[in-house]
Nanobody, 119 residues
Framework: QVQLAESGGGLVQAGESLRLSCVAS????????MGWYRQAPGKERELVAV??????NYADSVKGRFTISRDNAKNTVTLQMNSLKPEDTAAYYC??????????????WGQGTQVTVSS
């Protein structure tokens, strides 16, 4: 089993910054896709930023403001969020895809951390 522990959410004003961190622990052989999604009230969960296949992918709405980084040795992924806007308000979820020694893949979600941006 794999656990994802998120931290770093909170309440900020528009234009300010937050840094989200996610640490994966448990039975991990290797990981491929790892990143962040978010879900605002009444909306579907959407991709924010993710590492996959050695590449990074960002939602258009956060390009130039958010930066994702990853430390494979520590099984961590971090999301630096600058110039936050009220529309960034959402629950942010860490996601990790764990690969077994035989190549099977399992996806895991964190419990979510709330980011609220006031205008």
């Amino acid at each position: 089993q794999v656990q994802l522990a998120e931290s770093g959410g909170g309440l900020v004003q528009a234009g300010e910054s937050l840094r989200l961190s996610c640490v994966a622990s448990g039975s991990i052989f290797s990981m491929d896709r790892m990143g962040w999604y978010r879900q605002a009230p009444g909306k579907e969960r959407e991709l924010v930023a993710v590492f996959s296949g050695g590449r990074t992918n960002y939602a258009d709405s956060v390009k130039g403001r958010f930066t994702i980084s990853r430390d494979n040795a520590k099984n961590t992924v971090t999301l630096q969020m600058n110039s936050l806007k009220p529309e960034d308000t959402a629950a942010y979820y860490c996601y990790a895809e764990v690969v077994s020694p035989v190549g099977s893949r399992s996806g895991y979600w964190g419990q979510g951390t709330q980011v609220t941006v006031s205008s």
